[in-house]
């Protein structure tokens, strides 16, 4: 759903007159061709979609707590910035996935008509004049940061699902999903090396969803740390698009992409990059 400035501002119209009147959806439709300077069923749509109104049992049509969220404030600044809070939260455009990247970085991949509702409700001004720009700006980014580390938190739990059917067909028993239970003991699943030896195996699963001709990924300290320290570890790479593949890694295969400490340094997470066709090699056949 596309909005505009006008269109916010018809919005603050629409959810007034809700406050005030008892009405229905259809009686505002007869009524109002237009709300304010935006089409009447755009308005409503918006104000349905951002959950700024309702529909009550009784049939008409009441405010929110977040219409009413828009209603308490008389700044018409605050109001649009309200607004565009709960556009984002409720609808994520696809233009608010990178707001974390900083203001300026930001502002290179919003369309223009958002780009107007953001200077409409002053949020392009001087930070250092307004502190309020820096909370919301913060505020909004950290949303985005969550949404992307959401994004791929579910990207990894489709990899160690599909980890857990795989060593389930290869052993003929389920192996225990240890990374759901607890994020610090450097893998995911535990299973055994095979039918015929019972030895624990460790597997620490990535996955991607990239189509690129490139695979990359990344490796904590701790998950590293234990690669090394445990005898039966491997690396479960799942390439999920276009069709779920996998390949296999060994901590010795891996261990090249390792940077080695030196100093005072140290370091907590490395990304592992490989060419599709370096990993060819490491590639399980279908069926198996």
Known sequence: MSVSVGLFYSSQRLVKLICDNLITTN?????????????????????????????????????????????????????????????????????????????T??????????????????????????????LWWDTLGAFSRRGIEEKKNSIGRRGETLTLQYEEKR?????????????????????????????????????TTSTSDSISFFITHNEWNVASLTENYLFYIWSLAPTSTLYILTPDIVELSIPNIRGNGDWETVKVEYKKSELERYKVKEGM
């Open 27 to 103: 009686e505002i439709l007869q009524h109002f061709t237009k709300m304010y300077v935006a089409s009447t069923p755009y308005v409503i749509d918006l104000c349905k979609s951002c959950g700024w109104v309702e529909i009550n049992p009784s049939g008409f049509l009441q405010v929110t707590g977040k219409g009413f969220e828009i209603l308490e404030v008389q700044s018409i600044t605050e109001r649009l910035r309200i607004q565009l809070k709960h556009y984002i939260y409720t609808l994520k455009p696809s233009w608010s996935k990178v707001m974390h990247f900083g203001r």
């Open 105 to 134: 970085e930001a502002l290179q991949h919003f369309p223009q008509e958002i780009i107007q509702c953001f200077e409409e409700a002053e949020l392009l001004g001087d930070y250092n004049l307004d502190d309020s720009i820096i």
């Open 171 to 207: 052993l003929g028993v389920t192996p225990l999903w240890k990374s759901f239970e607890s994020n610090f003991v450097g893998f995911d699943i535990l299973s055994r090396v095979s039918r015929q030896d019972n030895s624990n195996l460790s597997i620490e699963v990535k996955a």
